[in-house]
């Protein structure tokens, strides 16, 4: 059990630190479940660091590392060097292995990916509360492939692309990336834009066949690349 937890577990307080409003929603209703009702937020790094300055310390922060004023690994390291007994845990897109890395160097416990869905989410941040140090375990196995001295040279998670090479993403594809780089899950996508749950499931395979890959962050990174995303 970590010394912000209380004797069953469970953190009092804690402080979102997301700028997308619909995933600092979902990670309001996360935290609910995880028994943490009092909950703040601050969508940029500047609002953070003037919650903690005037406010009660959170004993527990959730931070993104693409903020819109700088990257979250700033704010780890600031509450890591000032107030040791608040738990920091990375809830993010991104997954590289540089920017993992930097967030458990400063001070993170733990790293885990916005793509997982809520009940992921759960289990992960009451092992933190138990004390435990979770990875999300594809950012895990990156990261322990890449680590490997003799393996060979991993493959990137975005192909190289040239943009002729790609089906173009239809309006509806390309209003669902948007959706996926916010956070959102494919229920809540279906929820936001009337669908159903079969149908985004359909145009998230079709994005993922377009792109030439598997999974959602390389989705998003391969969009990136592309231009498709700011």
């Known amino acids: 059990m970590t010394e912000s937890a209380d004797q069953n577990g469970h953190f009092g307080t804690a402080l979102i630190v997301e700028d997308c409003p619909a995933m600092r929603t979902r990670l309001q209703d996360i935290l609910r479940q995880c028994h943490i009702t009092e909950v703040s937020f601050a969508p940029t790094l500047a609002d953070a660091y003037t919650f903690l300055e005037q406010q009660d310390l959170p004993s527990l922060i959730l931070v993104d590392m693409g903020l819109p004023d700088g990257n979250g690994t700033e704010l780890i390291q600031w509450v890591h060097a000032r107030l040791p007994e608040t738990v920091m845990v990375v809830v993010s897109a991104w997954a590289t292995q540089e920017i993992v890395l930097s967030a458990l160097r400063a001070g993170a416990v733990g790293y885990l990916l916005k793509e997982r869905d809520d009940h992921e989410l759960i289990q992960a941040l009451q092992t933190v509360a138990k004390g435990g140090a979770p990875i999300d375990p594809f950012v895990a196995k990156r990261i ?13 998670i975005t192909p190289l692309i040239e943009a002729e090479r790609y089906e173009v993403l239809s309006h509806r594809e390309q209003n669902i990336l948007e959706w996926v780089a916010q956070g959102l899950t494919n229920r809540e996508i279906s929820e936001e834009l009337s669908l159903s749950r079969h149908t985004v499931d359909t145009h998230i395979r079709n994005i993922y066949r377009k792109l030439a890959v598997s999974s959602r962050i390389q989705a998003l990174q391969a969009a990136k690349q592309l231009g498709l995303l700011s």
């Open 144 to 156: 322990l492939q890449e680590l490997q001295p003799d393996a060979a040279p991993p493959q990137p």
